[in-house]
């Protein structure tokens, strides 16, 4: 039998799950510029996962609301999993490859986002230390070696799936 008192006084783990997406146009990548911390980073348009939402819609939510691009994932690029120095706890990250079906310049973005911006992959490796994770980079990397798994990879058991 186990001791209810260990049970009840250890932190249940969760890490903090998220999506993002590589957007290309030519040699360019959708990029948002962002203020975390008091830190100005660039990032994927990237975010959390919200409950009942299905992978494929937040990522293409996190891109509308941080960049007014409207965007279609088309390939899983992979998952992967960090600590991150930002808060120190554990992210999984589910990278998206996706395509540009528009834009809306009015569109008010995200809090904290100053504004989304196309730069090249050597633009990106310049920012340094101003990316806000190592993720940012091995995105495109795997994106710019062709690594494409089909979204039917992933299975979503919610009603209100937006799966294509």
Known sequence: MADSSLITSRA????????????ADGNRFLMVEEEVNGRLVY????GHLDDRESLVTAAARETLEETGWTVVPEHLIGVHQWRSTEHGDGVV??????????????????????????LTRDEIV??????????VLMS?????SGQRHPL???????????YP
């Open 93 to 118: 990250r589910f990278s998206f490859a996706a395509r540009a079906i528009g834009h809306d310049p009015a569109r008010t973005l995200d809090e904290g986002i100053r504004r989304a911006l196309w």
């Open 126 to 135: 310049a920012l340094g230390d101003r990316l806000r994770s190592p993720l």
């Open 140 to 144: 495109i990397d795997a994106w710019l």
């Open 12 to 23: 249940v783990w969760c890490p903090h799950v998220t999506v993002a997406c590589v957007v």
């Open 43 to 46: 990032n994927q348009p990237a």
């Open 152 to 162: 039917a990879l992933l299975h979503s058991l919610l009603a209100e799936d937006a």
